[in-house]
């Protein structure tokens, strides 16, 4: 090979380096950012966005307030589904369906519950917790709630068990 034909090469070689990790940064950026806010279901990710806990820590309090994020998840135009997730009876994270409004067919409410909690514990493990959801939860967030560690699940108005969570129900 000539001595410009190498030239050319070394260049388009470096011209690609570059490009991929521009495209690696950005991707970094858009990630980091979108699990700092209110991508991925988080009522908001300022200091003071603690819960209104119920004044009565129940399973029809929770509940209520899992159809409360469905309500609000209809008024901002997506599925109408809401969860909470509850431990000790104090409600450690929660969320609307997200599905529609961020273009991520994952986005269910209890998976997005599940990462509030966890983002607020700054810990995956949420042992021991209870899921109240308005639908039961489909196979995708029951194997998410199983492998997050969550003990029951209950949905519906009328606080129906789906029990614990399993693999490949």
């Known amino acids: 090979m ?35 806010g209110s991508v991925l279901g988080q009522t908001s990710s ?4 603690a819960i209104p806990q119920p ?14 994020m469905r309500q609000y998840a209809i008024d901002h ?8 997730v509850v431990r000790d009876n104090v409600i450690i994270g929660q ?19 599940i990462r509030d909690a966890a983002r607020r514990l ?9 899921m109240y959801s308005s639908s039961r939860p489909c196979p ?5 709630a199983y492998w997050a560690g969550v003990r029951l699940m209950f949905y519906g108005r009328k606080i129906t068990s789906a029990s614990s969570p399993k693999l490949c129900s």
């Open 46 to 49: 300022g200091a003071d966005d």
């Open 122 to 130: 700054n810990h995956r493990d949420l042992t021991g917790s209870v």
């Open 2 to 36: 000539n001595k410009i034909g190498k030239s050319k090469q070394v260049g388009y070689s470096a011209l690609v380096c570059a490009r991929r990790s521009f495209l690696a940064a950005s991707g970094f950026g858009a990630l980091t950012v979108g699990l700092s």
């Open 77 to 84: 135009g997506d599925q109408g589904y809401g969860a909470v």
């Open 140 to 144: 995708m967030c029951e194997a998410a």
């Open 95 to 113: 969320s609307w369906s997200r599905v529609i409004l961020d273009q991520d067919p994952t986005a269910h409410a209890e998976m997005a519950a």
């Open 55 to 68: 004044s009565d820590p129940k399973d029809a309090s929770f509940m209520e307030r899992a159809f409360e």
